[in-house]
């Protein structure tokens, strides 16, 4: 399809919602032209804001009056058109953000939740299930939201190592087999960038809210060196005031009783093991190198040795899962009872390689599979907690967290919905200092790969002490 662009800078925005209906095709975004191609889409602004669509053997056009907001107008005018043509409507309508539940919430803290709903409902063309979920939401991650302020902060620790790596993954992160001889050189910087980092908090006296270790995957680590990463952060760190301690245990291949009780030995509060799906035909279409039994042997060795905080995460739409085997990973998990489940929407990395036939088939999939476990969850008494979406997501769904009462996660509630600082060490890791006043935030970005961490740490160090000229300016 090529996206014509006439008169306006909405090209990203427009280019999103294109790709949200037409997620097999590529999108050509095209500013100087003469002439039309075939298929197109011409979005202008000019006495009107215009939207003509040639596809399918049809001509579709809307156009509107120039209003105060005319990338709102468009988005309008191009979902209605799209619409029309394919005959799908998108359940979050012409929202393509990360975090809609940001959105919901701005909105309900200005002119009421009523008046959010409508807006979602009547403006943005989000469903009536989507729109009722957001205000669920919001509703669930408030009483987080109330602790943070302009002294709290979160910390997180990259492990960019993992044993092989999914064929989904889009995280930054090292196979062992190719990077193991890395680690070693890797690890010594990160508490050189944890023990700066906790000195720069003392300086700017932060409160540390929560903490959290992800990756890649932590216990590819050795008990030896989680002991001396752990210990590290422990010492250098106030964890009085600190409500979330979390590791991800994610691989179960990596999980050990020595891993555990090392992790036990420490002020960590919560772990996750994820299976991602229960059927071995997926985990080995998607180069995963364990079992199904490995994870619940993960799972019930932590539950033997004290974890009373457990998340599990899953995948909707991976490859080769169908209805029935996601029905099969849903129904497992529920026998396991784990304290929080984070169901993912596959975000489709290989969208050009799908025909238009399976494009449907496994839309309709995902959402038939996100349907039940919203309804499975839901009489486990989980709530959801957090929410985000990501671009090329199958079915325009989105990424649920699910928890039960008493055990919603606040790192992850703080990371989406972004009301402080999170302060990141490791490779890949980004640092993002946020102004409570102005909602400004500004990123500090770590050097993406293990070697590159390793070999320009001290550059790292110094753009990290924009830390406390930011908070020279902001926050005072």
């Given at each position: 399809?090529?996206?014509?662009?006439?008169?306006?800078?909405?090209?990203?925005?427009?280019?999103?919602?294109?790709?949200?209906?037409?997620f097999?095709?590529?999108?050509?975004?095209?500013?100087?032209?003469?002439?039309f191609?075939?298929?197109?889409?011409?979005t202008?602004?000019?006495d009107?804001?215009?939207?003509?669509?040639?596809?399918?053997?049809?001509?579709?056009?809307?156009?509107?009056?120039?209003?105060?907001?005319?990338?709102?107008?468009?988005?309008?005018?191009l979902?209605?058109?799209?619409?029309?043509?394919?005959?799908?409507?998108?359940?979050?309508?012409?929202?393509?953000?990360?975090r809609?539940?940001?959105?919901?919430?701005?909105l309900?803290?200005?002119?009421?939740a009523?008046?959010?709903?409508?807006?979602?409902?009547?403006?943005?063309?989000?469903?009536e299930?989507?729109?009722?979920l957001?205000e669920?939401?919001?509703e669930?991650?408030?009483?987080?939201?109330?602790?943070s302020?302009?002294?709290?902060?979160?910390?997180?620790?990259?492990?960019p190592?993992?044993p092989t790596?999914?064929n989904?993954?889009?995280?930054?992160?090292?196979?062992?087999?190719?990077?193991?001889?890395?680690?070693?050189?890797y690890?010594p910087?990160?508490?050189?960038?944890?023990?700066?980092?906790a000195e720069?908090?003392?300086?700017?006296?932060?409160?540390?809210?929560?903490?959290?270790?992800?990756?890649?995957?932590?216990t590819?680590?050795?008990?030896?060196?989680?002991?001396?990463?752990?210990?590290?952060?422990?010492?250098?760190?106030?964890?009085?005031?600190?409500?979330?301690?979390?590791?991800?245990?994610?691989?179960?291949?990596?999980?050990t009783?020595?891993?555990?009780?090392?992790?036990?030995?420490?002020?960590v509060?919560?772990?996750?093991?994820?299976?991602?799906?229960f059927?071995?035909?997926v985990?080995?279409?998607?180069?995963?190198?364990?079992t199904?039994?490995?994870?619940?042997?993960?799972?019930?060795?932590?539950?033997?040795?004290?974890?009373?905080?457990?998340?599990?995460?899953?995948?909707?739409?991976?490859?080769s899962?169908?209805?029935?085997?996601?029905?099969?990973?849903?129904?497992?998990?529920?026998?396991?009872d784990?304290?929080?489940?984070?169901?993912?929407?596959?975000?489709?990395k290989?969208s050009?390689?799908?025909?238009?036939?399976?494009?449907?088939?496994?839309?309709a999939?995902?959402?038939q599979m996100?349907?039940?476990a919203?309804?499975?969850?839901?009489?486990?008494?989980?709530?959801?907690?957090y929410?985000?979406?990501?671009?090329k997501?199958?079915?325009?769904?989105?990424?649920?967290?699910?928890?039960?009462?008493?055990?919603?996660?606040?790192?992850?509630?703080?990371?989406m919905?972004?009301t402080h600082?999170i302060?990141?060490?490791?490779?890949?890791?980004?640092?993002?200092?946020?102004?409570?006043?102005?909602d400004?935030?500004?990123r500090?970005?770590?050097?993406?790969?293990?070697?590159e961490y390793?070999?320009?740490?001290?550059?790292?160090?110094?753009r990290?002490?924009?830390?406390?000229?930011?908070y020279?300016?902001?926050?005072?």
């Amino acid at each position: 399809m090529n996206l014509y662009i006439d008169n306006h800078k909405f090209h990203y925005e427009m280019e999103n919602l294109c790709r949200a209906f037409l997620f097999t095709e590529e999108v050509r975004v095209i500013h100087e032209y003469e002439s039309f191609e075939q298929p197109y889409i011409l979005t202008s602004v000019h006495d009107e804001v215009r939207v003509e669509l040639s596809a399918e053997g049809r001509v579709e056009a809307l156009s509107a009056p120039l209003s105060e907001d005319n990338e709102l107008t468009m988005g309008q005018l191009l979902y209605r058109v799209l619409s029309k043509v394919y005959a799908r409507e998108l359940p979050w309508g012409i929202l393509t953000g990360v975090r809609p539940i940001k959105l919901f919430s701005r909105l309900a803290d200005k002119d009421g939740a009523g008046e959010a709903r409508r807006y979602f409902r009547e403006t943005l063309y989000v469903s009536e299930e989507k729109t009722a979920l957001a205000e669920k939401v919001r509703e669930n991650q408030s009483a987080i939201l109330r602790r943070s302020d302009r002294r709290s902060f979160s910390l997180y620790v990259s492990i960019p190592f993992c044993p092989t790596r999914c064929n989904y993954c889009s995280f930054v992160s090292q196979t062992v087999e190719k990077a193991k001889k890395l680690i070693d050189g890797y690890l010594p910087l990160l508490l050189s960038e944890i023990r700066y980092t906790a000195e720069l908090v003392k300086e700017l006296k932060l409160r540390l809210e929560s903490v959290y270790i992800g990756g890649g995957t932590p216990t590819t680590l050795s008990a030896e060196q989680l002991d001396i990463l752990l210990s590290e952060i422990e010492a250098d760190f106030d964890l009085t005031t600190c409500a979330e301690f979390t590791v991800e245990a994610g691989r179960p291949d990596t999980v050990t009783r020595e891993k555990l009780l090392t992790l036990k030995k420490h002020p960590v509060t919560r772990i996750s093991i994820n299976p991602q799906t229960f059927s071995d035909s997926v985990l080995e279409a998607i180069g995963r190198r364990h079992t199904s039994q490995q994870t619940i042997d993960a799972f019930r060795l932590a539950r033997e040795l004290g974890f009373d905080n457990i998340n599990m995460d899953l995948i909707a739409g991976l490859t080769s899962d169908t209805p029935e085997s996601f029905e099969n990973t849903i129904n497992t998990v529920h026998r396991l009872d784990p304290e929080s489940v984070t169901v993912h929407t596959l975000a489709v990395k290989r969208s050009a390689r799908l025909s238009s036939a399976d494009a449907v088939r496994e839309q309709a999939y995902t959402a038939q599979m996100l349907d039940y476990a919203e309804k499975k969850l839901t009489e486990g008494s989980y709530e959801p907690y957090y929410l985000y979406r990501q671009s090329k997501m199958l079915s325009n769904l989105e990424n649920i967290g699910w928890a039960k009462k008493g055990f919603f996660s606040p790192y992850n509630v703080y990371i989406m919905e972004e009301t402080h600082s999170i302060l990141a060490c490791g490779a890949g890791a980004v640092t993002k200092l946020r102004d409570t006043d102005s909602d400004w935030i500004e990123r500090i970005f770590n050097f993406k790969y293990p070697y590159e961490y390793i070999s320009r740490f001290d550059e790292l160090i110094e753009r990290k002490a924009r830390i406390i000229s930011f908070y020279g300016e902001y926050n005072k």
